[in-house]
């Protein structure tokens, strides 16, 4: 961003990658609750079958969380894991 004459600005937010081959869909939220049942959505679409490749993403962590990500491109997707 140009602040004024020769003056520039540049800005940068950090995010988490994560690599996750075999995903279709373009956006995914995966809810686990405190009893551990989990809910799999992916382009606003309840999904039946668990994807392994997705709970990873999550590092084994424990109690409710909600881990939602968007492709960035192929196999490559920004993550975001958050505690309920």
Do not use: H, K
Request: charged share 30%; hydrophobic share 45%.
């Amino acid at each position: 961003m140009r602040r004024s004459g020769t003056t520039w600005a540049v800005g940068a937010v950090r995010i988490e990658v994560a690599r996750l081959p075999g995903v279709e869909g373009e956006e995914l939220q995966l809810l686990v609750d405190a009893d551990g049942a989990r809910s799999l959505e992916i382009d606003g679409r309840r999904e039946i079958a668990a994807l392994p490749v997705v709970e990873r993403v999550a590092g084994g962590r424990a109690g409710p969380y909600v881990l939602r990500a968007t492709r960035l491109t192929d196999s490559f997707w920004e993550t975001a894991v958050d505690p309920l």
